[in-house]
């Protein structure tokens, strides 16, 4: 997984973000952790802050442990605001 959340695609102006698959328990829809290491602002110590999204998944493609690149979009439900692209790697 990539330490710091990227840009994959620039030719979109929709944000695009690459993390795990750390639930696959709905029907349609995964959650995707990412996860960043900034510098404390007080104590400059590297910190790694986790974030999860759920992402829209329509083909049930994706499973636990891989890595994906997925992308902004309308709101699909009251939580999903994101949909999947590409999976990067399979989980084992």
């Keep these: 997984m990539a ?3 990227e840009k994959v695609n ?6 695009q973000l690459q993390g795990k698959v750390i639930s696959h328990n709905m029907q349609k829809t995964i959650v995707v ?6 510098a404390h602002p007080i ?6 802050i986790r974030k ?10 994706a499973q636990v442990g891989d890595i994906v690149v997925f992308e902004e979009c309308r709101p699909l439900s009251h939580d999903k605001r994101f949909r999947l692209v590409q999976i990067v790697k399979k989980g084992e």
């Design 3 to 5: 330490n710091e959340i």
């Design 10 to 15: 620039k030719t979109s102006n929709r944000r």
């Design 33 to 38: 952790e990412t996860e960043v290491k900034k």
């Design 43 to 48: 104590y400059k110590k590297r910190v790694s």
């Design 52 to 61: 999860k999204f759920k992402v829209d998944d329509r083909k049930d493609e």
